[in-house]
Structure formats: C-alpha cells, structure tokens
C-alpha cells in the first residue's frame, strides 16, 4: 500500500506558496507512541507569517466571495473525493502523529469526508429569506455573506476532523481561512490542505501557519483584518481568545472543555451501559472533549456495575495504535501523561478507592511512549478534584446514587456543559434527563461520545458560547422599495461542527439494544 509522501520538513502554505517561517525556527513533531520517531519538523511561525497569512488571505476574499457557492462547492466536492481515495494513508499519517488507534484515525477523516461533502451540497442551500413587509410597496429580504477573513485555531485531539469542521463551513461561505493548527499535530492539517490544493483552491483562499498558541495563535486572534475567531481547545485558552475578541466585538466562537457524565439507572441495560462506560471513558484513552469520565451509578446495581467494568477494562490492550489489536493508545505528550499521573495521586490522595490502572504503561515497548494505564476510581464524592475538573486522560470517576434526583444533582454540578447519558428503560426518567441535564448534548442509552456532522453540537456553561450545527443566521434587516438588503452576520464564520459520527470503522462498538440519541438544540 503506497503511504502519504511527507517530507520531513514542512513549511507555512501562505498565498499559494509554502514558504519558512521568518524567524527561521521550527519544532518537532514525534509519535507519541514512540517518542524516537520524528514524524516532521514543522516552522515556528510568528506575527509577521501571521501578518502574511492574513494578507494574503484579504486579497483572496475580495475575488473568493464572488464566486458562485454552487463553483466554490465544487471545489469542495473534489476535495472529498480525494480525501476518500486517500483514507487509509491519511489515517496511518494521524496515528503516527496524535497515537490514537487506527481505527478511530479512520473515524476522524471519515468526519473530514462527510463535513466536506456536505458543505459541498450546501453550497447550492445557502438560502435566504424573504418576509412579508408591513409597508405597502416594499420588498424584504435577507441574503448570506461571508465576514472576510476567519481565524481558526484547533487542539490536537481530533487532528484532522476539528479543522475540516471549521475550514469547509468557511469556504462554503464565502470566507477566506488563516488556520493555526495544534503544534502537537500538524501534520493532519498540512494533509487537508494539501488536498484541497489539489481540489483546485485559488491562491490565498487558505493559509496555514504553524507554530505555538502564544506566538502564532495569539497574534492571528488579535490581528484587526481577522473578522471572526473559531476556537477548540481548553477552556483556559478559550477564556484568553475571548478576551483579545472583545475589545473590537469580534464574533467569536468557543469550543472548550468538558466533564461529562454517564447515568446508570437501576433498570440500566447493563451490558450496553459497560461497553458505553469503557468506550465514552477510556476511548481516544480519555482525550475527547466528550469523554465520560464520570460514570454514576445507581447504588441497587453500583456493585455488579463496577466488578464487570473493572474486569473489561483490565482486559483492554494497550499499544502503538498501528498495531490492528491495540485499543488504547498513547497520551499525545509528556505534559499531558504527568498530568494524569498528577490526578491520580490527587485521587488517592481524595481517598478515592483505586481499582484499576493507575500507573503509567512501561513495559517493553510501551516503554518508548507516553502510556497510562486505563484508570478506575470507585466510591468517589462528587465534591472530589477528580469528579470536578478536565483530566483529559483514561482515568474514570465512579460515583454512587440513590435515585435519580440526586443523579441530575451530581451530573449538573461541575462547571462544564458539554455531554451526558442516561442508560435507562424508563421513557420518564430518559425524558426528563434531556430535560434536566445541563449540557449541550444528551444521550440515551449510548455513550457521551459519538455525534454526527448534521446535528447541532455544543456546550454550556466553561464548553461553550452555542450551537454551531446549523448554516441559520439570525433575522434580516431590509431597505425599502424592494432593494436588495444585506445582513451580514455569519456568526462564527458559519462554523458547523460536530464530534465524529459513528462511522462503519466504530460502530460495532456501540450496537446494543434501544439505542437512541437525542440532541438538544441550544
Ligand atoms: P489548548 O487550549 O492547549 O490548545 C488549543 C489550541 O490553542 C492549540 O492550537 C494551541 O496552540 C492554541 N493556543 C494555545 N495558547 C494560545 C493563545 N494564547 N492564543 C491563541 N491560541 C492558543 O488545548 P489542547 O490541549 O490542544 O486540546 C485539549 C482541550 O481541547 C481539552 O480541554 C478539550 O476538552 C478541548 N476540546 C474541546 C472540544 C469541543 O468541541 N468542546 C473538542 C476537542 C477538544
């Protein structure tokens, strides 16, 4: 099977060009998996490529905004294909770069697949309104324009599915793109942008820069020519974009962390609330902003609950996610290992009863990477560090209820909003859980994890500021005696996005029994 060809050395795509960074410095990107393995080296860039970028790419929306949508989708619509017939390679070249196992990799380009074709069929649905007037003699209607120049700054978890939920709602638009992807991979966006390239975009269309957050996404979040800013990342960066948006009231839109809940009843389908809590908690090994890592249990099944999780989970393999048996893969650094190493001392120190995992994965050849052991700590109080913040690691909270009141208590008493489920037969209690429950997303009997692209996604509360599922915009204005009347505002650039569908690779691990999904339209 022929493989990506990837240079080891990359540089910055700005104004049709791939040009170094002006400061002359770059950085590394390694498999996290084995951290020997050089997978590229990427340019450190600064304001002045961010200066660059976005020049380049104001010059380009001048012509790209008159493009018909329906000849920008076709663009977009080549680009998919490519991106199909180069699948696999792309999906290795994202293994290597983030560790996750292949089979999710294929998940996060199928996700880039479907958001392209489908931002290629709105291309020909990027309706406007028309409304009665309340005058005689007038005409009232609204059309979509894109904003101009959109900045895009995306986290490493989803490397390749994040940016194409930004990028393709953008482009369909109308708008021009200056990405920053994550530094710990870029390879994956040099990918995408490679491909649409190839698709036929016109020079300045997209840029890329790479680079640091401070010195390369903070300047593009701040840069005056820059209209809208389309975030995923921590909520501590997110909070820091917000604020540099604010003082020019610049559209803004934040996707950030979460800690999210999975609710088992005591009528739970128990086989099917397990494999939910293995998949929701210990896939992409805990780094998925939907991550269950708080599973609650009602105390009338908590035992039985927690003796079959435990064994499943112990039986889970670890390894290079190249390798087709491995299950869990690697952690994506050093940073983020010793930070789930740190909440594991702090639950023990919380006195959270440890059951399994708890160490980092060193034998042999997992030596050579970033490892820890799927994690379990039974007993925990809902007020512990561990049951409250992001660890973004495979470490799961279990926590012990009486009944259902005082599960919604413990699901919406954590400063995110982003996932939850609830695994129960009772129609009720499912309803008023989607009713009930503070965050942007609930499932019924399925894991916190798995959304698709033609469904609204987003938090509440420290995830996010709304929804972004959707190519609606908010009402018209209009101007008298029938003129055309524009009402610009494409919030957030339009940014549709969504977590990965469960595609063919993933989705024999959630077949169960009434599974069913419910969406809550923020
Ligand atoms: P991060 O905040 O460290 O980095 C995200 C991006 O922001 C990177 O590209 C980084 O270089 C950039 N950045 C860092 N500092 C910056 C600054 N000062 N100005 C501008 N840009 C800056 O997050 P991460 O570690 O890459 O990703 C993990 C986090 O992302 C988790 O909290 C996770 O929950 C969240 N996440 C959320 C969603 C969602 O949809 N809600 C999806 C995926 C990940």
Redesign the pocket.
Known sequence: MATVAVPKFHKNFINGEWVEARSGRSFEDRNPANFSELVGIFPASTQQDVNDAVDAAKWAFAKWRLMPAPRRAEILYRAAEILVKRKEDLARDMTREMGKPLSETRGDVQEAIDMTYYMAGEGRRLFGQTVPSELPNKSAMSVRDPLGVVGL??????PMA?PSWKIMPALICGNTVVI?????TPLSTHNLVQILIEAGLPVGVVNVVY????E???P??AHEDVAAVS????????R??SQ?CAPSFKPCHL????KNIIIVMDDANLELAIEGAVWGGFGTSG????AASRVAVHKKVYREFLDRFAQRVRSLRIGDGLDPETEIGPL?NET?LQTVMKYVEIGKSELARLVVGGHRAESGNLAKGWFHEPTIFADVHPAMRIAQE?I?GPVVALLPFDSFDEALDIANQVKYG?SASIYTRDVNQAYRAMRDLETGIVYVNAPTIGAEIQLP???TKN??NGATARLERPPSTSTPNGRRSISTTQTACSVR?S?PPITADRKNRFVGLDVFFCFRDL
């Open positions: 700054i995306t986290p490493w978890n989803f994040i920053k992807p994550a530094e710990d680079g640091m957050g401070p390369s996404g903070a593009l979040v975030f995923t990342g921590s909520t501590e960066t997110g820091f974009v540099a996707e950030m962390g979460g780094q998925r902003c939907t994506i983020q992001e973004f982003l996604f987003g938090g995830t996010g996005r977590i």
